[in-house]
């Protein structure tokens, strides 16, 4: 009887330990999703694109789109493809990538925004909106990205 109860303890145990194994797991998994990140890819031409450098100045370099970028933990990347100004082999083959990753139309400014949780993306334009309505844009492209 006494090795019945034994083996009862030692079964019970085991089957406690495998469920915080797999708690842990979970937990693991939770916390690798945290690090997935969010990015803007930002299409620019920033030495000859008139809209890409109001695009800067107004909006990019703003307070208000700065703090809201940060709050949701967006990643901006600028995909730049200047006339006048030099890049090196490596950056000049990153964009390209990007863009057929992407399928950028050649409309600049033009924006992606990426999830890399779920591997979706979701393409769009700045067609001079206010900070605010830009920033709600993004939001609500991101919000389309996590239906």
Known sequence: MKNLLVILIL??????????KNANLNLERILDSSKTKTILYVFSGSDWCSNCIRFKKKVLMDTLFISKISENKIQIEIIDFPQRTKQSSETIEYNRRISEKFGFDGT????VIYSSFHKQYKSFYYQNESVPLFCDLI????KLLHE
């Open 108 to 111: 600049f400014p033009s924006f």
């Open 139 to 142: 939001l609500n492209q991101l």
């Open 11 to 20: 079964l019970s145990f085991q089957s406690l330990l495998a469920k915080e």
